[in-house]
């Protein structure tokens, strides 16, 4: 039974019911819809339709569920750090490629409960703290009422004026906390925008890493290959 789970967890049902093993070049594929999408991070209703549309771009290769399956199997890997019990065929650059992506989709899912977190927390606090202002300007306009009914002096001007003044100050003050929310989501969408800036560089300085490396490469084969080419005109003149 055993045998057969760990053996289902590595492959994938095509809509033609035909199976077939996840490459490293499937899973960057996969990847790369699932950071554009990020059906995880969505209201669950949303979640479902968003994954059709990941196994429309990959051409129906694989079924909504494999792929569910698979990038679960992949995160849950990555983060305790066993990629290499993975047992898929692709080149180095797909397996660097490949947990870069699961390192940015991870980057953005931590960025998203953040926000939201933080959103809800700044929601709960200013909906108690408006609440407690209309109280206690409710409590002062009925004191202020109480004491307009035994006191001739105060004119109806003055009496307006009063109440006019209280609701006035509650506004404000509404204002003001609506404001300090508004700032406190634009400090979090910057540091968002921070944070996708530095993946970007990153994902830079590894291209240019990788480039470096493949000229490297393909320099030591060049000089292997003229080093056999001379090793071979040798032999021939001594023939």
């Keep these: ?9 590595e492959s994938a049902s095509t809509s033609k019911g035909r199976r077939r093993n996840y490459s490293v070049l499937d899973d960057v594929n996969l990847l790369k819809e699932v950071i554009q999408f990020l059906p995880m991070c969505k209201p669950y209703k949303e979640r479902s339709g968003l994954w059709k549309k990941i ?10 569920q494999s792929m569910q399956d698979r990038y679960k ?18 080149t180095e650059e797909e397996f660097d490629e490949r947990r870069d992506i699961l390192q940015d989709i991870k980057d953005q899912i931590v960025s998203d409960q953040l926000l939201s977190k933080t959103s809800k927390v700044s929601d709960i606090e200013s909906s108690k703290k408006v609440a407690e202002q209309i109280r206690d ?5 009925l004191k202020d009422k109480n004491l307009d009914s035994g006191d001739i002096a105060d004119s109806p001007t003055a009496v307006f004026d009063r109440k006019r003044k209280s609701l006035h100050d509650v506004f404000l003050q509404c204002s003001e906390e609506s404001n300090k929310v508004k700032k406190q989501e634009l400090d979090l969408k910057k540091m968002e925008l921070d944070l996708q800036v530095k ?19 393909i320099a030591i084969q060049e000089q292997m290959l003229a080093n056999q080419n001379d090793i071979l005109l040798q032999l021939l003149k001594k023939h």
């Design 1 to 9: 039974m055993l045998q057969t789970n760990a053996k289902n967890s």
């Design 55 to 64: 196994q429309a771009n990959l051409k129906d290769r694989f079924s909504v």
């Design 73 to 90: 199997l992949l995160m849950e890997k990555f983060e305790k750090e066993d990629m290499n019990s993975l047992k898929s065929s692709g």
């Design 137 to 141: 300007a409710s409590m002062k306009t």
């Design 199 to 217: 993946r970007l560089e990153n994902d830079t300085r590894q291209r240019d890493l990788d480039r470096e490396l493949e000229t490297r490469r």
